[in-house]
């Protein structure tokens, strides 16, 4: 894997945003087949997709999200290369780590680093399931705006976005 981050990474008052090592792929899985943290992403991946995602579990664009007292994994953050060709921020959190504010502590510097770092960026998206609150919660306390409402997967779904220069801090 190329270093796409400085090393130092992204630090927060509690956290520590860095790359994938080794030492996290247990806990990624667990955010695969975690029915609680999978209720709005379709369930518990398949043991087929479960082998492909071992073979290459992280890439550019993923971020850990460490505890920065003494790295425990809380969760990840991603941004990727959506469908429709946006940038996508995304996230996965453990649930003995939720309702710490970890999310919104990781999420505004990973969008902070996206409009900064990948090049070209003037709006990230990022798409939840009309019915996943805690998500959409969150969404609107990084300063994004609901943008589209659709059906993917057999369920409804809302766009969300933010522009560059844009985010409440």
């Not at 400085?6 to 667990?30: N, V, W, Y």
């Not at 550019?60 to 946006?86: E, I, K, P, Q």
């Not at 998206?125 to 659709?150: P, Y």
Request: glycine residues 8%; contains cysteine; proline residues 5%.
């Amino acid at each position: 894997m190329t270093n796409w981050l400085d090393s130092a990474g992204i630090k927060t008052e509690r956290l520590h945003l860095r790359e994938f090592t080794e030492q996290d792929l247990p806990a990624l899985e667990r955010t695969w087949l975690d029915p609680r943290i999978r209720q709005y992403l379709g369930g518990p991946i398949d043991a087929q997709t479960l082998e492909v995602r071992r073979a290459d579990p992280a890439g550019r664009g993923m971020f850990v999200v460490a505890l920065a007292d003494d790295n425990t994994v809380a969760g990840f953050c991603y941004l990727g290369r959506h469908h429709t060709g946006n940038i996508e921020l995304s996230y996965d959190f453990l649930p003995e780590h939720w309702g710490h504010g970890y999310a919104y502590e990781a999420c505004g510097p990973v969008l902070d680093w996206g409009f900064a770092n990948v090049p070209d960026t003037e709006r990230i998206i990022a798409v939840t399931q009309e019915v996943n609150t805690r998500s959409r919660r969150l969404l609107d306390k990084l300063g994004m705006t609901e943008v589209d409402q659709f059906i993917e997967y057999g369920e409804p779904q809302v766009m969300y976005e933010v522009h560059k220069g844009q985010r409440k801090p």
